[in-house]
């Protein structure tokens, strides 16, 4: 049984710094699927904020996100990690980690959040 577990979520000020992670266990190794960070902030829809393809490389970042968050993947903890710097109160969300198979890239794997694979999420807050 294939399960992803967040963590690192939390209340922070504006400015401030979190670093999410997110625990795989299961039948697949990080380098067999395509992963990544969506949000959803209360009475808007999910948005794909940062992915990874399985082959890694450089990471997909929404543009709301970009020069502020860093995904990276550590395969022998089976763990990806999203930096999130210089945080803002629109970063405000519910944070899920997600897994797809296939060969999609990094891009494409943040576009749909039709994912057969989803954690239970961790709140992050940014308030003052």
């Known amino acids: 049984q294939v399960q992803l577990v967040e963590s690192g979520g939390g209340l922070m000020q504006p400015g401030g710094s979190l670093r999410l992670s997110c625990t795989a266990s299961g039948l697949f190794t990080l380098n067999s699927v395509n992963i990544g960070w969506w949000r959803q902030a209360p009475g808007k829809e999910r948005e794909g904020v940062s992915c990874i393809a399985r082959g890694g490389g450089s990471g997909y970042y929404a543009d709301s996100v970009k020069g502020r968050f860093t995904i990276s993947r550590d395969l022998a903890k089976k763990t990806v990690y999203l930096q999130m710097n210089n945080l803002k109160p629109d970063d405000t969300a519910v944070y899920y980690c997600?897994?797809?198979?296939?060969?999609?890239?990094?891009?494409?794997?943040?576009?749909?959040?039709?994912?057969?694979?989803w954690g239970q999420g961790t709140q992050v807050t940014v308030s003052s």
């Open positions: 997600a897994a797809r198979t296939g060969i999609l890239s990094s891009r494409a794997t943040c576009a749909s959040d039709e994912a057969p694979y």
